[in-house]
């Protein structure tokens, strides 16, 4: 019998994997992170393909084979990076905090904090300003990394272990945004990026 999962996720990365397919590096809400195959999906004719771009949240639906997870379906997608084809900063921060996923998460292994920090600001960029994007990406990169167990907790920030995103945090959180940089410097030194 195989395991069949459906969860939020959002596409990490995409790459080639023989003819017309692709394999996909999805962040899901229930497995964390997962390799998947798309067969087919790189062929115009696919149903899949639009779905399976980097930097897309969505329901994914994946079934789990002899060997590896599938994509077999997906639904209520949004690629982030064209919808903020007009916020400019939010498309870096996105494609940023994207790739430091890419770099430090390896293997399958759930955390909902994880998840909720990555997937709340995927979804919140859009309605920011310059300042308050640049904040929010700092602000998630620390949360990630103390997810991660890089960074520890600071007593009493409570912004850290949120998810949230919203301008009044973002405001509370401007004026810590050099020891947020500080954090998150020791943070990556911590797992070996810098």
Do not use: C
């Not at 399976?52 to 077999?72: E, K, N, P």
Request: no cysteine.
């Amino acid at each position: 019998m195989h395991r069949e999962i459906t969860s939020r996720a959002v596409v990490i990365g995409r790459y080639s994997a023989g003819e017309g397919s692709v394999r996909v590096l999805l962040y899901t809400e229930e497995l964390g992170m997962v390799t998947a195959i798309a067969k087919s999906a790189r062929e115009e004719r696919s149903k899949l393909r639009p779905h399976l771009q980097g930097g897309t949240t969505g329901t994914f639906s994946l079934v789990r084979g002899a060997y590896d997870w599938r994509v077999i379906g997906a639904v209520d997608t949004q690629n982030k990076y064209f919808s903020f084809v007009k916020n400019a900063p939010a498309q870096r921060a996105s494609a940023n905090v994207i790739h430091l996923v890419s770099q430090l998460v390896r293997g399958e292994g759930s955390d909902p904090g994880f998840f909720d920090a990555l997937w709340d600001l995927l979804h919140s960029l859009n309605a920011l300003d310059e300042n308050e994007v640049r904040i929010a990406e700092r602000l998630a990169v620390l949360r990630i990394l103390f997810a991660l167990g890089y960074v520890a907790p600071e007593s009493g920030a409570t912004y850290v272990t949120s998810s949230d995103y919203s301008k009044e945090i973002l405001k509370e959180v401007a004026p810590k945004e050099r020891d947020l940089i500080a954090s998150i410097n020791e943070g990556l030194l911590v797992s070996g990026l810098a």
